[in-house]
């Protein structure tokens, strides 16, 4: 499986402590390099694991002007994952970004996010409950609206609906 992951997903997933969780679900997850710059540069959370697992892969992008055309609308990041995921006809791209998301879509890309991910891993039973996660990564700030969050809860069967209750 080919995933090439933006800087997003990795923060939080390192803010809660569940940074194994992309080991357990994808295995290999590539990285471009402004990415990997981006989360140097920080000295945050995914700063110390980007360099001590060996989950993660650098690459470098190719096609320089794929990637000059989407910088007018994304970060280097969001730019480089998409250029890459092209490159390397990715499985799947790991990107929170609204806007990197809508275009990794139009281009045939599979985007996922963090929250995906945290459904997935306890679809697989990789987690007991995504809630106690959520409200953790929005204490170290990662932003998610009420109504992602109910959401996702809800999908998740750890909500009902406000106005069911």
């Known amino acids: 499986m080919i995933v090439v992951s933006n800087t ?3 923060i939080s997933l390192s803010s809660i402590g569940k940074i194994e969780l992309l080991k357990e679900i994808f295995g290999i997850i590539y990285i471009p390099d402004a990415v990997y710059y981006e989360l140097r540069a920080k000295k945050d959370y995914g700063y110390e694991e980007i360099d001590n697992f060996d989950i993660f892969k650098r690459i470098h992008v190719k096609d320089k002007i794929k990637k000059d055309l989407l910088l007018r609308d994304l970060g280097e990041g969001e730019s480089e994952v998409i250029v890459c995921g ?5 499985d799947f791209i790991l990107i929170d ?6 275009i990794a879509k139009s281009l045939d890309l599979t985007p996922i996010g963090t929250l995906a991910i945290l459904i997935e891993a306890k679809r697989r039973r990789l987690i007991n409950n995504i809630g106690p996660l959520l409200y953790e990564m929005q204490r170290k700030g990662r932003w998610y609206s009420n109504k992602i969050i109910e959401r996702v809860l ?5 909500k009902r609906l406000l106005n069911e209750e």
Request: no cysteine; charged share 35%; aromatic share 6%.
């Open 86 to 90: 092209l490159e390397m006809k990715a």
């Open 97 to 102: 970004d609204r806007l990197a998301y809508k």
């Open 154 to 158: 809800l999908e998740v069967g750890e």
């Open 8 to 10: 997003t997903p990795i």
